[in-house]
């Protein structure tokens, strides 16, 4: 799509677009222990106005990104219908603490099920249609000269409603409502056999190989004799993990009923019409099963300890907080209630769900990649992607919508900040130490991947030969995680001292292991300093006194850049090396004459400002 036609209004439409993406209460979310289903954290003023200029002569290439969906409701009929059944129990028992307590519990359970039934399971709320149209409109207005000449646009999506509905948003707020979303669940989609559109990936193919092996890993390290299985056994049965399960329900229910869940057939909850393990498949009351498959339950899933119904109840929590828009009447809830005064609770909630994630999809065990290495296709059209376009392609945009399962790894791949330590392979783990946990590690879910988490790279490239290389410039990058502008990693370097600009060589070496002889740095283009008059010896005066002016130091040569320089932005020289810049850098001859020298580089420096 040419994007000619649409450049007039983008950037007032962008601009206006600015104040949709912060979450409703941005400042309660950072304190409320959401994990993963923390609304998105949009990027301050302040966060956008610290982005770095490209370096002096680069002008845009390229933008691409990856995103997770933005907010939804609950993804499926299952905790609230777990907690229906366990309120059933409890008012024909006298569970509750009051019959008015009991009411006002199945009353907010009654309401989040047909808030979720009127919006459709696993669909967007308004907040996270809201979410994309924000980051779009901000990445229409960070790329507006990249777009000023026209450019087509690809958009990607895994194929669930939700991922594609984020997408549609996004090139909403981007100004690009045209652009029709192609599925590439084979891309983004890469953790499951099986396909949103329930199709699977097709046997023989890469794809379909690399989806077995994960779950084959995940399968036997989650299972029994698993160490992945063996770490959630021991967090699961740390005291914390019961003392605030009976925290948080001693609020709700009485001391006899909590400590009778789990004991008995008659405590013990599955998924279904009467709460039994071989009961019916239960759907929520008022949904169009056809129209909303995920309206009807899964029937393995069940309560059946105190920690489990904590936990069923945490998840209605975290996820009320991104269907602001829809808890409205006739359908109001209040979840929050009964997290007030047990922050610490939730924060323990928050830790026991983010294990999940980061073992099965993040960092997990030290020494293992099999969790994130399915990322690896991803990183590759990241790559492949700026390759076509530095080629001539005519595609200056690549936007990809998917889910936390594309996210997390990608993320540990790239060992973003927060997804780089992983926990300690031990097979029979005996203290907390043994496992993932909070204190020795910064892995969290809700800034790993809050909803509409995103990794976004603009590429930036000039024209000419470089005199380093003897060939075309190498394209440069720089990332914005969750549009706030990051270094890569460690292992890769930048093309100055305090960057965050990147040859694309240099992250190909750093990130994929290719091997290259140019160097990650940016060279300095220096003109020699032309001799200068002889200066007249001066007439010695007989005064006594010390002459006023002082004697120049010695300088250093100017072949050499200091390796502290900082990034100078736009309007400066190009950044330094932090090496010499000499005749073999340059590709001059010893033998040249020094006029000859200064000729070559002043000619080359005003090509390449062309």
Not at 474 to 479: A, E, F
Request: aromatic share 8%; with cysteine.
């Amino acid at each position: 799509m040419n994007l000619r036609p649409a450049l007039s209004g983008l950037v007032v439409a962008a601009i206006a677009t600015l104040a949709l993406a912060a979450p409703v209460h941005a400042g309660d979310a950072d304190a409320g222990f959401y994990s993963s289903k923390q609304p998105y954290p949009a990027p301050t003023q302040a966060d956008i106005n610290a982005y770095q200029s490209a370096p002096d002569g680069y002008a845009p290439l390229a933008t691409e990104s990856v995103a997770r969906h933005g907010s939804r409701g609950l993804s499926g009929f299952k905790y609230d219908a777990l907690l229906h059944r366990l309120a059933e129990t409890a008012h024909i028992g006298g569970g509750f603490l009051t019959p008015e307590i009991g009411d006002a519990f199945t009353a907010n359970l009654d309401a989040i099920t047909a808030a979720n039934v009127e919006n459709g399971y696993g669909m967007l709320t308004g907040q996270g249609a809201r979410q994309h149209q924000g980051i779009g409109a901000r990445a229409a207005q960070r790329n507006a000269e990249l777009f000023a000449g026209g450019g087509r646009i690809v958009a990607e999506t895994s194929g669930e409603a939700r991922a594609t509905e984020s997408g549609q948003n996004f090139l909403s707020g981007f100004g690009a409502a045209g652009v029709a979303l192609e599925p590439r669940p084979d891309l983004l989609y890469f953790h499951k056999v099986k396909n949103p559109d329930g199709s699977a990936k097709a046997k023989g193919t890469p794809e379909r190989a690399r989806a077995q092996a994960y779950a084959d890993y995940i399968g036997a390290q989650t299972d029994d004799g698993g160490t992945i299985a063996a770490a959630y056994d021991l967090i699961e049965a740390l005291p914390r993990s019961v003392d605030v399960a009976d925290d948080l329900l001693s609020g709700i229910f009485t001391p006899e009923f909590i400590a009778a869940i789990g004991t008995d057939d008659a405590h013990t909850w599955y998924n279904t019409a009467d709460g039994t393990k071989a009961g019916a498949i239960v759907c929520a009351p008022g949904a169009d099963a056809d129209a909303d498959p995920d309206a009807c339950g899964d029937p393995k899933k069940s309560i059946e300890s105190a920690v489990d119904a904590a936990m069923t109840l945490y998840n209605l929590y975290i996820i009320a907080v991104d269907m602001q828009e829809e808890n409205v009447a006739p359908h109001t809830f209040d979840f929050e209630q009964y997290f007030v005064g047990h922050q610490a609770d939730a924060e323990w909630f928050a830790y026991l769900l983010d294990s999940e994630d980061f073992y099965e999809k993040g960092p997990s065990l030290d020494g293992h990649d099999e969790t994130f290495a399915v990322a690896q296709p991803l990183l590759d059209d990241f790559f492949a992607t700026i390759d076509a376009r530095a080629g001539g392609g005519d595609v200056a945009a690549t936007f990809r919508f998917a889910h936390a399962e594309t996210i997390v790894p990608f993320a540990a791949l790239l060992k973003l900040p927060g997804s780089t330590v992983a926990a300690p392979d031990n097979a029979a783990p005996a203290t907390i130490n043994d496992v993932y946990n909070y204190d020795t590690n910064p892995w969290r879910g809700a800034e790993v991947t809050p909803m509409a988490a995103n990794v976004q790279w603009d590429v930036v490239s000039r024209d000419g030969v470089d005199p380093a290389t003897g060939a075309d410039y190498t394209p440069l990058v720089r990332m914005l995680y969750n549009e706030r502008e990051i270094a890569f990693n460690d292992s890769c370097t930048a093309v100055s001292a305090g960057s965050h600009w990147y040859k694309v060589s240099e992250l190909k070496r750093c990130l994929t292991g290719v091997a290259t002889s140019e160097s990650p740095l940016l060279a300095v283009v220096t003109t020699p300093t032309p001799p200068s008059e002889p200066t007249p010896t001066p007439t010695p005066t007989t005064s006594a006194e010390p002459s006023a002016e002082p004697t120049a130091a010695p300088s250093a040569s100017r072949d050499v850049a200091p390796t502290t320089a900082p990034f100078a932005g736009p309007a400066s020289a190009l950044a330094a090396t932090g090496g010499t810049t000499n005749a073999a850098v340059w590709g001059i001859g010893a033998g040249l004459l020094v006029i000859g020298a200064a000729a070559i580089v002043i000619g080359r420096r005003r090509s390449a400002q062309r």
